[in-house]
């Protein structure tokens, strides 16, 4: 089987690694400006421009039978127009859903999911009036493109709103701050038969808007959590007849999970599955979308990864046999996702040590330890 990967990164390099052992070849859509080094020898790459037609991609691509996706921004007419050449998964629909907050906190609400509370800003009036209604802190993010901290703000004081401007180019959601205990995300992959394998829950935590380390399986989970995560994830799932493997990402409260958004591919929380799990999230995309039997799930483990953040960490550091260095070959950038330390034990408490030391190796003091 052909498959064909929007985008370039580090998520298209990691599915086409795992998706080339099962015998399927690759190949990628780039946009024109977009960074390639990612994939390059994996697979032949397309640059995309608005002047080719659904049809002459779909040639140019090799005519694979399935085009699938590593980011939600990508081009939706043109994915619908593709339909007609090749299958698309997961679907024209789930994707566009996911490209904005709020159609995506609707359809959620819908479907008896709850989110935090928000409201869409329209009015400098209405911006400046927020903490009457929501109270602070408030988060306010752009309805579309808004990700890892980039057009989100998080607003302590009302003196932060000054941070915001309007403009009618960017619409924009607040969202009134949940109370929660630790942030879990739930990754599971659908094929087209409607199989469904649920990975365990993932415990996971940011700095500064950015993915900075996960655990997994989550801590001190109960059943009652389990099967919540799971009957919200089925929803989804089965609501958008969802192909592919789909991330959602929760607040834990005390009534239970809040889910704060939706990413209809393979997640950066679910890196850890490559050596922690029977099946890895990216291999489990690459049978789902070709409607193959999905791999187990199982957990070899107690398993985590601390992301590498604008700056490579020597290889060495890193030699312990039950670390793991994952370099994606991109130029260092502030902030940018450069790479991940995978860890695999056998305990909790080596988890902690191993992600603390990897913490301290990569950001020196900057992060508070694991306890």
């Known amino acids: 089987m052909h498959i064909a990967i929007f985008g370039c990164g580090q998520l298209a390099q990691m599915t086409a690694q795992a998706g080339l052992k099962l015998g399927y070849t690759f190949s990628f859509i780039a946009d024109p400006k977009e960074d390639v080094r990612c994939v390059d ?73 709850p989110t935090a ?26 309805a579309e493109s808004g990700y890892d901290g980039y057009n989100q ?14 403009s009618d180019q960017v619409q924009l959601i607040a969202e009134k701050h949940v109370n929660y205990t630790r942030e879990i995300s739930v990754i599971a992959a659908r094929n087209a038969n409607g199989d469904i394998a649920y990975y365990p829950l993932m415990e996971n935590r940011h700095e500064d808007g950015v993915l900075i380390a996960t655990m997994a399986p989550a801590p001190n989970t109960d059943v009652i959590l389990e099967e919540g995560a799971v009957a919200y994830m089925e929803t989804v799932l089965s609501t958008l007849d969802y192909v592919g493997v789909l991330t959602m990402e929760c607040f834990d409260t005390e009534k239970g999970l809040v889910v704060n958004e939706l990413a209809p591919r393979v997640h950066n929380s679910g890196h850890w599955t490559m050596e922690g799990c029977k099946t890895s999230q990216f291999e489990n995309h690459c049978r789902a979308i070709a409607n193959a039997n999905l791999g187990s799930t199982e957990a070899n483990g107690i398993g985590g990864i601390v992301n590498m953040l604008g700056e490579h960490g020597n290889l060495d550091d890193f030699s312990s046999e039950e670390l793991f260095y994952h370099a994606y070959g991109k130029e260092e950038r502030p902030r940018r996702k450069l790479g991940h330390v995978g860890i695999l034990v056998n305990d909790y408490a080596a988890l902690k040590q191993h992600l603390n030391a990897v913490l301290s190796n990569l950001y020196g003091d900057k992060y508070t330890p694991y306890l």
């Open 41 to 113: 020898g994996l697979g032949n790459i397309v640059t995309y421009s608005s002047a080719m037609s659904a049809e002459a991609l779909f040639l140019a691509l090799g005519s694979p039978e399935v085009i699938t996706v590593e980011k939600e921004m990508v081009d939706a007419e043109l994915l619908a127009a593709l339909q007609s050449h090749a299958k698309i998964y997961p679907n024209d629909n789930a994707i566009y859903l996911s490209q904005n907050r709020i159609r995506e906190k609707n359809f959620l609400r819908h479907n008896g999911i």
């Open 153 to 166: 703000w998080r607003i302590k004081t009302a003196e932060d709103l000054a941070q915001v401007t309007l």
């Open 117 to 142: 509370d928000f409201e869409i800003i329209e009015t400098q009036t209405q911006l400046d009036s927020l903490p009457e209604r929501l109270g602070l802190p408030i988060y306010i993010k752009a």
